[in-house]
């Protein structure tokens, strides 16, 4: 079965650093998502993803963020200047619709830790 | 803004016995998810429940939505040890475009023999 790919599965950095975090969705979906998931909490939503363009954000998706396809295969996640707080698993998603009908699928996620 | 809260939070379970778990959500919605977590894993899709009085099965797993009542359940029969797991719903926020899902805080499950 087809699945969604994260690299890497862990990352360390340094506050103040930047990070990016890289996805390769499933192939034929055209929706991408960002959710993040600190450690012992809910999952939280940051950003979706159509057509090369940010279809809805959240609040925790501020400037320090940003998305980008650059080719046809890959989505990444940028965080410019990493902080404490920043420490999580982020998992990407894809979707191939927006339809109900059409469930996320998440990949294994990458996660980030702000030394 | 849409709230998504599950109970309980942490449920010991034994095996062969029957378990529920409710998920309440604050607005309007007719789409609903069930996913599971192993630990240090990613999110597996159980369920998709899309319309008023849905239910689906999948082995001990049962999953019913009432929107009427903003609440869905999941319901396990005979547990086993390897439905050890965190299990979350998440209700799709409706955009025109793209899923925005929000999720419920999980509920750790614990199998014992």
């Known amino acids: 079965e087809p699945e969604v790919t994260q690299t890497p599965s862990h990352q360390v950095t340094q506050m103040g650093q930047e990070v990016i975090l890289r996805c390769v969705p499933i192939s034929n979906h055209l929706y991408f998502y960002w959710y993040r998931q600190i450690l012992g909490q809910k999952v939280e939503f940051l950003v979706s993803f159509y057509n090369n363009e940010i279809s809805e954000k959240s609040e925790i998706f501020d400037d320090q963020f940003s998305v980008e396809r650059p080719d046809g295969s890959n989505f990444t996640l940028k965080i410019r200047s990493t902080k404490l707080e920043d420490s999580a698993m982020y998992f990407c998603?894809?979707?191939?619709?927006?339809?109900?009908?059409?469930?996320?699928?998440f990949g294994n996620g990458t996660r980030l830790t702000v030394t | 803004e849409l709230k998504v809260e599950q109970n309980p939070l942490f449920l010991s379970m034994q095996e062969g016995k029957n378990y529920t778990i409710y998920c309440n959500y604050s607005?309007?919605?007719?789409?609903l998810y069930w996913y599971r977590q192993d630990p240090g894993k990613s999110l597996e899709s159980l369920f998709v429940l899309l319309s008023n009085g849905a239910v689906k099965q999948e082995g001990r797993l049962m999953a019913s939505l009432d929107t009427k009542a903003r609440l869905s359940t999941l319901h396990i029969t005979a547990a086993v040890h390897d439905l050890s797991a965190t299990y979350f719903c998440a209700v799709d926020g409706f955009k025109a475009a793209g899923n925005k899902l929000t999720f419920g805080g999980g509920t750790r499950v614990l199998v014992k023999p």
């Open positions: 607005t309007t919605s007719d789409r």
């Open positions: 998603a894809s979707s191939e619709t927006y339809q109900g009908n059409s469930p996320l699928h």
